[in-house]
């Protein structure tokens, strides 16, 4: 196989196009220095004229969190334990193994729980 250098083909310098004078466009003027931009001032911060104020205590807010979710410390998971809190959780633990035992103690917690949720209604 052959191979054969093929030229490069020379390149044009390029030129700009003659544009007559009527055409140019119209020079801007620079402002004068007297005329200086205003400062942009923020808007004022206003407050509702309404007597509703929203607000929360985040304090309250943290702990009604934690009774929600729960503390994510050694609270145990049981069935609808979400809709009660860890203490009432550790309650319902703590009477499954004075009843059943060590062992089946979270089973027997469960088995209440869903007891709890039937009768009241969920």
Request: charge should be neutral; charged fraction near 25%.
């Amino acid at each position: 196989m052959l191979l054969h250098k093929q030229p490069t083909p020379t390149l044009k310098p390029l030129t700009q196009p003659r544009v007559s004078e009527d055409k140019k466009a119209p020079e801007t003027q620079e402002q004068p220095q007297e005329e200086k931009q205003q400062e942009v001032k923020p808007p004022e911060r206003t407050f509702p004229s309404t007597d509703q104020v929203w607000h929360f205590h985040p304090i309250a807010f943290v702990e009604h969190m934690k009774m929600i979710y729960g503390s994510g410390g050694s609270c145990e998971s049981l069935i609808w334990g979400n809709k009660v809190s860890c203490q009432f959780r550790a309650k319902v633990i703590q009477g499954a193994k004075n009843l059943w035992g060590e062992e089946r103690k979270i089973e027997m917690a469960n088995n209440l729980m869903a007891v709890f949720a039937w009768e009241s209604g969920e």
